[in-house]
């Protein structure tokens, strides 16, 4: 698991419910604390846009992707940062701009209606943000970001193993003090 910070007054809430018959064990400090996560993808088990960018990802010459992770309470959110390309890292936004193939294109028109009213590069960085967020599903579990917590961190995905993991050492996003 990422860097969780559980709601506090959600957790006594749901002790005194459940009661002595059910404990939550100990309460959590009130900060987030981490918890390491692995975990592995099936790119046949991706769907199409996110395997059709995998897939032109990898003819690029991309090893991995660094994908970095928030939310809470109502919503999860992955978002691409770095692709690694042997010793060198790209980001996201200069590798859609050489992806952005006919071919690819093509394939992500057909891939979904979200598809049809972009074009370029853009359509390469909604692809990437699927391919992200199918990622961070198979990581966290479906739903990740949905509770009584906030969660952030970042994990690495080998886009030829399918090996996911999750990085400590993640910067805590601004905007969750």
């Not at 990422?2 to 900060?31: C, I, K, T, V």
């Not at 853009?122 to 917590?149: I, N």
């Amino acid at each position: 698991m990422p860097h969780l910070r559980m709601d506090l007054d959600s957790f006594d809430e749901m002790a005194s419910e459940l009661g002595d018959d059910f404990p939550l064990g100990e309460r959590p400090s009130g900060g987030f604390e981490y918890q390491s996560a692995e975990g592995k993808f099936d790119w046949a088990k991706l769907e199409p846009a996110a395997r059709a960018i995998r897939d032109a990802l990898l003819a690029a010459g991309a090893e991995k992707f660094r994908v970095r992770y928030d939310g809470g309470f109502d919503e999860g959110f992955a978002h691409q940062d770095l692709l690694h390309f042997g010793d060198r890292q790209r980001s996201a936004k200069e590798v859609s701009e050489q992806l952005a193939t006919p071919a690819l294109l093509a394939q992500l028109k057909q891939s979904g209606p979200s598809f049809k009213e972009v074009s370029g590069s853009r359509a390469v960085m909604y692809g990437l943000d699927e391919l992200a967020h199918q990622l961070a599903s198979r990581l966290l579990g479906d739903g990740y970001g949905t509770g009584e917590y906030e969660l952030y961190g970042a994990f690495t995905a080998d886009l030829k193993t399918g090996e996911i993991v999750d990085h400590e050492d993640a910067p805590k996003p601004n905007e969750m003090e």
